[in-house]
């Protein structure tokens, strides 16, 4: 017989006396009945004494916190094996869930204590900064969240990629993947495998998580891209539901369709193909600077750390799918990237605590720089920005001739025009690179002279630039356009 569960008081649910408990509550009670005691947790530096783990006083912020557990003079040490990367975060609960008597007559939430999932979420925090540096606090948390949300995929309308590169070796990018291979949802290697055993692997109700290590081998040659078109396909396919490949299958040959949904994270040298990193959370990884430490991963010491860390926090999300499939959060960007970033922000939502407000931090912090740094279009976006900047720094005319735009274009010192094909932009290449967007050049008269010349219309350009580059930028930051403006009669 099961044994009768009880809430914190040890009172019997059916017993009267007993404020009836929603499943998610049970859930937590269960977890924390089957948690080991822990040893008082060690002080964290810059805690106050007292405070919660998880709360830091204001002079030290979790970000300063960490930094100087995981970059000092001295390595942290490893905990013991029953209490997990707690920084204190796994100690026995010793408040009940809100609402619930705790035998003083007061049934209100405890303000003081973080709720279980932001605890979970910080222990992750930690446990991942323990292995790698990652480049900035936001891609921190970025991968914490990532590797949460991969525990919720059948909520998820969307399938974020991690792309995690960087500009040479040595830099991370393979550790980090051999902590996410311990604390995602059922990690899938991809090495070897061929594309007809991975579209079997991850065509299920729950699929499992994808793992590219090596990526640049994959797709950093043309030919190479060329011999991977198909898995290209398929990460570009998986990233939205309901988007089934087609394959002929069998003895009878019959056409079957594969469902593809599933979340991968790639890790490579240098950038990915452009469509997987326009569906990819973006994390730029670098090389160690001297200060910076970080301790070795051994995968008998620290394999069941992470997995006992991954199944507590598969535990808390395992009643929330239903809760997850049906938020829609406030998102801080739009279109593809707050399709990429919604299940990170709706992890964050259900973590609760300081979680939301960091992973919007992040979303908006990292998709800004990733659109600066966007190869969509390549320099077809590049040419539109450049060519505002020309008519901001000269006053916004109504018109500027092809050879003003080029002498501007040629002499930005942070452009590609001057080494532009063999001798620099021409009018030519400016034609072809605009061509796309319906704007060509026409015969303008341009005052005082009254001289006819090849030239622009600001007004041809103006939906461009709402649709493919709307922030205008300052003039001032233009290239140099003081050589010779023109204004059309």
Known sequence: MKPTPTDSTGASPDSPAAAPASGPELARAALRAQRPASAPAQPVPGQAPGAAPWQATPTAPPEATFRAATTGSGMPDMPAPHTGFDLGHDAPDTNPPAGVDDGTGDSSPHTHAAPEGAALLDELRCAVGRYVVLPHEHALDAVVLWITATHLQPAWQHAPRLAVVGPAKRCGKSRLLDVLTETVHEPFITINATIAAVFRSIGTEEPPTLLVDEADTLFGTAKAAERNEELRGLLNASHQRNRPATRVSGPEHKPVQFATFAMAALAGIGDLPDTIMDRSIVVRMRRRAPGERVQPFRSRRDTPLLHELRDRIAAWLAPCTNDAAGMEPVMPVEDRAADTWEPLVAVAE????????????????????????????????????????????????????????????????????????????????????????????????????????????????????????????????????????????
């Not at 960091?358 to 800004?368: I, L, Q, S």
């Not at 077809?380 to 002498?407: M, N, Y």
């Not at 041809?460 to 709402?466: I, K, L, M, Q, V």
Request: proline share 6%; glycine share 12%; hydrophobic share 40%.
């Open 350 to 489: 259900l973590a609760g605590g300081a979680w939301p407000e960091r992973a919007r931090a992040a979303c908006t912090a990292m998709t800004a720089y990733e659109a600066g740094n966007d190869d969509e279009g390549g320099p077809r976006i590049r040419i539109l920005a450049d060519i505002r900047k020309v008519f901001a720094a000269g006053g916004d005319p109504t018109a500027l001739s092809t050879e003003h735009l080029l002498t501007a274009l040629r002499t930005d010192p942070d452009g590609p025009w001057a080494e532009w094909g063999n001798g620099g932009l021409t009018a030519r290449a400016v034609q072809v690179l605009l061509k796309d967007y319906g704007i060509t050049s026409a015969t303008i008269r341009f005052a005082p002279d009254g001289i006819q010349r090849k030239g622009f219309h600001r007004a041809a350009f103006t939906d461009a630039w709402e649709r493919y580059c709307p922030a205008g930028p300052a003039a001032e930051h233009g290239p140099d356009a003081n050589t010779g403006d023109h204004t059309a009669a």
